[in-house]
């Protein structure tokens, strides 16, 4: 893990919205390195009868270090991509490559190992244990990763020294965020996916946990994506995605961006 980011490259080079049919976000010329490169990706949810394209021809880079926001109403196709970077779901058609991991060809025992070594999820509902700890819900990864932190590492990195032994029951909803972040992070992923981390959250704890998130990125060098339907929140980002009815409207880059803290929804 690096301890410094990498200077992040100058907009112009960065900025790109993709027309149809016209080459995809490059990373010539920037110094950052595209760990993600989607090209065509396309997903149908077939029930039955009916059809469902969550993604309609995705083409999308992502560079080693930043932090990507992906906004977009409900029904466009967020999750479904995140879920795809992350190998929890594979598309229909197209291509996903993580550095040298071609996902689109990984078998489930690649993807799980994929999954395993060098991605940490955050999902709305935090999903820790509420029969173990802090400390025991993110031990859960440590003692199976391959180059973990310690759990009070981990815990410490999210603000949570002085609550590693309480229950998730004596934690408020942003505390149990943080938890949940801890376990994502302690095994020192390289990519670091939230799908609405703050959706379950009043502002002011939602705008601790996006601190952490932040923090995370800038700290470890953690190649960051988090999903939201909320605009305010994509003024964090160095980059801002935007889905619509499963195709990417817009990438744009943030001249300035604004601290979580700056943050109001
Ligand atoms: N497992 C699934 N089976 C069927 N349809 C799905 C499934 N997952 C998502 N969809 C559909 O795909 C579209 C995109 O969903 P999703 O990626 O969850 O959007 P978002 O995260 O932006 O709200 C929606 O119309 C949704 O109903
Ligand atoms: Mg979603």
């Known amino acids: 893990m690096p301890a410094e980011r990498p200077a992040p490259p100058s907009p112009p080079q960065r900025v790109t919205a993709d027309a149809p049919g016209s080459a995809p976000a490059s990373g010539t010329a920037t110094g950052s390195e595209a760990v993600f490169v989607a090209r065509g990706v396309t997903k149908v949810y077939r029930m ?9 021809g995705i083409d999308l880079d992502l560079y080693a270090g930043e932090l990507v926001v992906m906004l977009g109403a409900s029904g466009s196709g967020k999750s479904t991509l995140l879920n795809i970077l992350g190998g929890i779901d594979v598309p229909t058609e197209g291509t996903v490559r993580y550095r040298d991991h071609e996902l689109t060809r990984a ?25 173990l700890t802090a400390r025991e819900n993110v031990a859960l990864v440590t003692e199976i990763a391959r180059n973990p932190m310690s759990p009070e590492e981990a815990l410490d990195l999210v603000g949570l020294r002085e609550r590693m032994d309480h229950f998730p029951a004596q934690l408020s909803g942003g505390e149990q965020q943080r938890v949940a972040i801890a376990r994502a992070v302690a095994k020192q992923p390289e990519v670091l996916l939230c799908d609405e981390p703050t959706g379950a959250l009043d502002v002011s704890t939602g705008v601790v946990v996006l601190d952490v998130i932040q923090r995370i990125n800038r700290e470890l060098g953690t190649t960051t994506v988090i999903i939201t339907h909320n605009v305010s929140i994509a003024e964090m980002a160095e980059r801002v995605i935007s889905l619509s009815d499963g195709r990417i409207a817009e990438i ?14």
């Open 48 to 56: 039955g009868e009916v059809q469902v394209h969550a993604l309609r």
């Open 107 to 131: 078998d489930d025992a690649a993807l799980t190992r994929y999954r395993r070594d060098h991605v940490g999820f955050v999902f709305q509902l935090y999903n820790i244990i509420p029969s």
């Open 252 to 265: 744009r880059h943030n001249r300035t961006r604004r601290p979580p803290a700056e943050i109001k929804w």
